[in-house]
């Protein structure tokens, strides 16, 4: 077949074509907004009234239902995203940033992304295209490029194409078209490259085999063009080898061109072999693409041409020397060059329909290539969307840079999916200084305003595949990320037409990978005990789980049937035969949970400490404690006392872990017991409230301790939160913003802070200021060792009756050692028979140790209060050397070694 000459190139683009300048009234005035929303701060809630406002405003304007919907969405979109992320910033845990910075980087990608939906779909209309050429006179060249696609695929494109020449013809007698497969399969060494020729041929389609390769498949289309002169005023269409063009396609596309500005008309891809579940989910995916996206950003001027079903002007490529072949995505890399200067079109409708992934390898070797293809044009030409002598206009740089970035969504959602297992299994937390009732309230607009607009936009177009669709590519996403960023080489790949023979498990091996690790972290969750912010994550990670759940198991019930086909074809069992796939999916998910729980060996917390019988654990000990610090003669007093067995003191936060005092006690044979405190000089503050510390903002402190207390080795009793019960209390889960449920929640973060520490000398003691009553309270049994009994009794106030006070502790706690607390200040007598009551009651009660508390309650009280106060120790001491009590802790010395001692790792009251 001969061809006409090539028309010269013209010069340069039609004046229409040129860029017009749009004031800049409009993106300033945006931008003005979204810094004064962060700079003011409205609060979560103003993203409700700001949509509210733009609906009642919009409502009587007289634009379309669709319109005043986009306004209003868009407006709680942009309003929430300012707030969350504004919000995300002041409580990220920047202690930890390797954790923390990539989560918001992660969030702030996602909010832009989803902001970026919004422009693009914000009602505009595009300027009418003018009616200048006749297109119909300018030669039409039909490429269809091949690369050893079987006639199978090849022909009914060939025969399509033919289709839409005769219809168009039939219109436009004196056109001229002409329909070319380009080859290559030659040069990519397949072997029926010649009976491709030979069987195009037969159906009275030209072919041109290239001998000598090189740029792809812009380079196939380069050559092409080159050796039959579609050049000057001809127009190109190209087809992919399995694309095939409905009779009325030229008839469509080639109509816009009568505006010498048009440069090229893209239209939809659509998928005919749907049968298939990979090309199902795939089309549902890119729905929303071409649906959604690609209408609004031909409104802006910024439309792509996508590599097939497309008609380019040759003047618009001659301009840019061609179409790139230094990219595997030359139509993206093409369509930046040429916008500028030339218009795009997109023309809605059904008018080819091409073959999507037969299944999931093919399907991400698709992503894969099209993500490297695009980060690729990033880094070669991303410097034309922040130069401003590249020509292009505010809209085309936000669209195109949105694209050039799109695939980074592999890396957001590798963070999405690593971070809450990361929390939940280590205890190391992305935020702090937020509670959960904080985090919703800023989290709940910003997600119900993004899912709302996304689903109102998706509609019709999308489903819920297209979400599980794009986020099980995140590894081939990544995998090109790191392609290109490290510079390595990569070559295009043919996406799959045809199902081959073999069945591989590899493609789903990351999936099945991140499957366990999400089995894993819940388990852990699970064993370990949910507070409210382990919950939240648990259900992310179970979203998560489950969209990994589909993926996998659709793609294992593909590869089960594709197998059972291919044995039935070879004479083996038949289809369907065997195990069903059901008990299949059923098996792998057991052995997932199976392992999950095998390697499950380190739980967030230490684990729950059991007292057993030691050799120094020969009876109640006794003790005193001190609350104004470390006194002169403190040492002095309880060895005189002989109440040596257990010391406490009350420490700060902010203070170091008293090694000197500490060893002094176990120097006369004692235990220490330490109450930590998060004050700082005696004052309070929003840092020592519960959800404070459930948030991670005291746990620099807290490891330092822990490793502190780590290091010294020995036994020791460690109350935190004292009176978490009692408003009065620095950290109270009554006050200071916090609530019942917070105090477990805290403790057993501490616990995990001082289990990553490996702080394993330590005998948690629970200390409520009133353990009968505090269910709302009290962490989980299998977190408290020993639970601690405070009695104050103050003179002129009715006093506790110790029997009836520890009888219903112990039925509170009937397993777990306790240790009594007590003061007293009040007549001689009184004072005495009370005391006398409380050691009778602890002995009935096999309590683990007395501490009377020398310097009474207060820290600053007078020296006649302290002396009040003191007189206590002596009289306590007196009633343990009677004769009476003598004998009875002998006869109960068996018994309350079954309780006795404390942990520690030197013999000591060890750890069982």
Same mark, same amino acid.
């Given at each position: ?5 090539a ?12 860029r ?12 003005? /907004? ?19 406002l ?14 005043v ?5 868009t ?10 992320? =504004?919000?995300?910033?002041?409580? #990220? ?7 923390a910075?990539?989560?918001l ?10 902001l ?11 300027p ?9 006179r ?7 490029p ?16 033919l ?14 078209v002409?329909?070319?497969v380009c080859n ?11 009976? +491709? ?8 389609v030209s072919?041109?085999? &290239? ?13 092409? &063009? ?11 269409? +190209? ?36 049968e ?15 649906? +959604? ?9 910024? @439309?792509?041409?996508?590599?097939t ?5 040759a ?11 230094? @990219? =595997? ?28 992934p ?13 993500a490297?293809?695009? /980060? ?11 130069d ?22 592999g ?28 985090? %919703?309230?800023?989290?709940g607009p910003?997600?119900? /305003? ?7 936009a ?10 599980v #669709?794009g986020?099980?590519? /995140? ?13 390595? !080489?990569?070559s295009?790949t ?20 991140a ?7 819940l388990?852990?969750?699970? %064993?370990?005990?949910? @507070? ?8 992310w ?7 990994l ?24 069992r038949?289809?369907?035969? $065997? ?13 997932? =949970?199976?392992f999950?729980l095998?390697?499950? +060996?380190?739980? &967030? ?9 030691t050799p120094?654990?020969?009876?109640m000990r006794?003790?005193? #404690?001190v ?6 003669g ?5 060895t ?14 902010? *203070? ?7 060893d002094?006690?176990?120097?006369t044979g004692?235990?220490p ?12 503050s ?11 903002v ?15 080795? !020995? ?5 935190a ?7 009065y ?19 057993? !973060? ?6 990553a520490?490996?702080?394993d ?46 009888? &219903? ?13 007590l003061? #007293?200040? $009040? ?5 005495s028979a ?5 050691v009778?009651a *602890?002995?009935?009660?096999? =309590? %683990? ?5 020398t ?17 206590g ?6 009633v ?20 006795a ?8 009251g060890?750890?069982s």
């Amino acid at each position: 077949m001969e061809f006409p000459e090539a028309q010269p190139p013209r010069p340069e683009p039609p004046a229409s074509g040129k860029r017009v300048r749009r004031p800049l009234a409009g993106p300033l005035l945006a931008v003005a /907004f979204v810094a004064a929303l962060g700079w003011l701060r409205p609060g979560p809630w103003a993203s409700g009234v700001a949509a509210l406002l733009t609906l009642a405003m919009m409502a009587g304007s007289g634009r379309r239902r669709d319109q005043v919907w986009i306004a209003t969405t868009t407006v709680g979109v942009l309003v929430s995203t300012v707030d969350y992320l =504004v919000w995300r910033v002041t409580v #990220a845990n920047w202690s930890a940033a390797w954790l923390a910075v990539p989560l918001l980087a992660a969030e702030a990608f996602g909010a832009l992304h989803a902001l970026g939906l919004q422009a693009t779909i914000w009602p505009r209309t595009p300027p009418p295209l003018r009616r200048i050429d006749d297109p119909a006179r300018f030669p039409i060249y039909v490429l269809i490029p091949t690369a050893g696609e079987s006639m199978a695929v090849l022909g009914p494109t060939v025969t399509g194409a033919l289709a839409a020449r005769t219809e168009f013809l039939r219109r436009h007698p004196g056109a001229r078209v002409h329909v070319i497969v380009c080859n290559d399969g030659r040069v990519a060494g397949n072997p029926t490259w010649k009976d +491709v020729e030979n069987s195009v041929r037969d159906l009275g389609v030209s072919c041109i085999t &290239r001998t000598v390769g090189g740029g792809a498949k812009a380079g196939n289309i380069e050559s092409v &063009r080159a050796r039959v002169g579609a050049t000057g005023d001809a127009l190109v269409a +190209v087809f992919d080898a399995d694309m095939v063009p409905t009779a009325d396609f030229l008839l469509a596309t080639v109509q816009p061109f009568a505006d010498p500005s048009v440069g090229w008309v893209q239209t939809a891809q659509y998928y005919r072999n749907t049968e298939l579940p990979a090309a199902r989910w795939a089309a549902d995916q890119q729905a929303l693409f071409y649906d +959604v996206l690609c209408p609004g950003k031909a409104a802006r001027n910024a @439309s792509f041409i996508c590599g097939t079903n497309v008609v380019i002007r040759a003047a618009a490529l001659d301009s840019i020397g061609g179409l790139p072949q230094n @990219s =595997v995505t030359e139509d993206f890399a093409a369509s930046i060059r040429l916008a500028p200067d030339w218009r795009g079109v997109y023309l809605p409708g059904r008018f080819a329909e091409g073959l999507g992934p037969v299944d999931a390898a093919s399907y991400l070797k698709q992503q894969n290539r099209w993500a490297r293809g695009t /980060f690729e044009v990033l880094k070669t030409r991303g410097k034309d969307l922040l130069d401003p002598r590249s020509g292009l206009t505010g809209a085309q740089r936000l669209q195109y840079g949105l694209a050039c970035t799109h695939y980074l969504s592999g890396l957001r959602d590798l963070v999405y999916l690593l971070t809450p297992i990361i929390f939940v299994t280590s205890g190391i937390p992305a935020i702090r200084g937020a509670d959960t009732t904080g985090f %919703l309230t800023h989290f709940g607009p910003f997600f119900l /305003f993004g899912q709302t607009a996304f689903w109102s936009a998706a509609k019709g177009r999308s489903t819920w595949r297209g979400i599980v #669709a794009g986020f099980i590519s /995140f590894p081939a996403l990544v995998a090109a990320t790191l392609t290109v960023a490290l510079g390595a !080489h990569s070559s295009f790949t043919v996406t799959a037409k045809q199902r081959g023979g073999s069945v591989s498990w590899r493609p789903i091996v990351p999936h099945l990978a991140a499957l366990l690790l999400c089995g894993y972290g819940l388990t852990v969750a699970v %064993l370990g005990g949910l @507070s409210a912010r382990d919950l939240i994550a648990c259900v992310w990670i179970g979203y998560m789980a489950a969209m990994l759940a589909v993926f996998c198991g659709l793609t294992i019930s593909d590869m089960v049937r594709r197998a059972d086909t291919g044995s039935a074809r070879a004479g083996g069992r038949q289809p369907g035969g $065997g195990f069903p796939v059901a008990l299949r999916l059923a098996a792998a998910g057991l052995c997932v =949970v199976a392992f999950a729980l095998a390697i499950q +060996v380190r739980p &967030r917390t230490s684990a729950p400490v059991r007292l057993s019988p030691t050799p120094c654990a020969t009876g109640m000990r006794t003790g005193l #404690a001190v609350t104004a610090g470390a006194a002169v003669g403190y040492a002095r007093l309880a060895t005189r006392l002989r109440m040596t067995g257990i010391s406490a003191r009350t420490v700060e936060i902010g *203070a170091g872990f008293p090694t000197s005092w500490a060893d002094q006690v176990r120097a006369t044979g004692g235990i220490p017991w330490l109450t930590l405190v998060f004050t700082r000089d005696g004052a309070s503050s929003l840092d020592a409230a519960l959800p404070a510390i459930v948030n991670a903002v005291q746990d620099d402190s807290l490891r330092r301790w822990a490793r502190q207390i780590a290091a010294w080795g !020995h036994p020791l009793y460690l109350t935190a939160l004292p009176s978490v019960d009692r408003n009065y209390a620095a950290s109270s889960a009554v006050a200071n913003g916090g609530v019942p449920a917070d105090s477990a929640r805290a403790w057993r !973060h501490i616990r995990r802070v001082f289990a990553a520490a490996h702080a394993d000398n330590i005998a948690w003691t629970w200390q409520p200021a009133a353990p009968a009553g505090d269910t709302l309270y009290r962490p989980p049994a299998g977190q408290i060792d020993v639970v601690a009994v405070t009695w104050i009794q103050y003179p002129g106030t009715r006093w506790v009756s110790p029997v009836r006070e520890l009888a &219903r502790v112990r039925s509170a706690y009937p397993s777990k050692p306790l240790l009594v607390t007590l003061a #007293a200040a $009040g007549t001689r007598a009184r004072t005495s028979a009370w005391i006398g009551a409380a050691v009778r009651a *602890a002995r009935s009660q096999r =309590v %683990l140790g007395l501490v009377y508390q020398t310097d009474g309650p207060d820290p600053h009280a007078s020296r006649a209060a302290f002396a009040a106060w003191r007189a206590g120790a002596y009289l306590t001491a007196a009633v343990l050397r009677t004769r009476e009590n003598r004998a009875n802790l002998s006869d109960g010395a068996a018994a309350g070694a079954d309780a006795a001692g404390a942990p520690g790792r030197d013999g000591c009251g060890a750890w069982s």
